[in-house]
């Protein structure tokens, strides 16, 4: 089982706990504070498992693993503090900033993680810029939310713009795969080592939509040579 599999059950498990806490509650009608910090625990679990998802996609394709870590530790982080202040310091305000400050961080590392799972080698300009944009947004959202809570700002257009921001962030999300619809994608290059029998080892420079397609249409073509590909390195 991958480490994406085994998130994806974590999540699901702790989903479905949430709900059967919740729906016990519901109808028993006894909601205690115990109850409330386990029903809020299974949540924060849940919600982690969310957060890291996008880095586990990441590991899984080999890509920024420094990203990746980075979300998973910021994750991490956020749930141990919650759980700290949730069962032994609830009332702490400083605490609670903290938790505020990991939560925003790791929400934004996570929605990074998630739009360079989508990019591409061979992804257009526009596309790439659209991912720059958003990522630069999403950082700007970030300061503002944690400045917002350190300094307790108590201006409403202070609160205004950063809720203009955040939907022109998420404008900027979903448009990024549209975007690659609408129209051609330019091939990216990449650079591999072939066995091939007979033939031997060589190095190539591939062209594609991504790897994948690259390697298909290069095997494609030694076959078309008669020539039979035993090994594959990406340099």
Known sequence: MSGKQLLVY?????????????IG????????????????????????????????????QGRSTTLAGATIALTAALFAAFEYMLWLADDSESGWKIVGTLAAAAVASTQISAQTTRLRAGDRQSVRAVFYSAVSLVVLITVMVV???WEEIDDSGYYRTLAALAVLNVFLVVVQPLLRRLGPTADGAFRVRLATEPGGDEELQLTGRDFADAVARAIRKLEREGRRVTSLERL
Request: hydrophobic share 65%; net charge negative; glycine share 4%.
């Open 10 to 22: 974590v999540t699901i498990t702790s989903l479905a706990a949430t709900a059967a806490l919740a």
């Open 25 to 60: 509650v519901l109808l028993l009608g006894d909601f205690r504070d115990t109850e409330a910090r386990v029903l809020l625990t299974t949540l924060a679990i849940s919600f982690s498992g969310l957060l890291a998802l996008p880095a586990a996609v990441l590991l899984e």
């Open 147 to 149: 400045a917002a809570i």
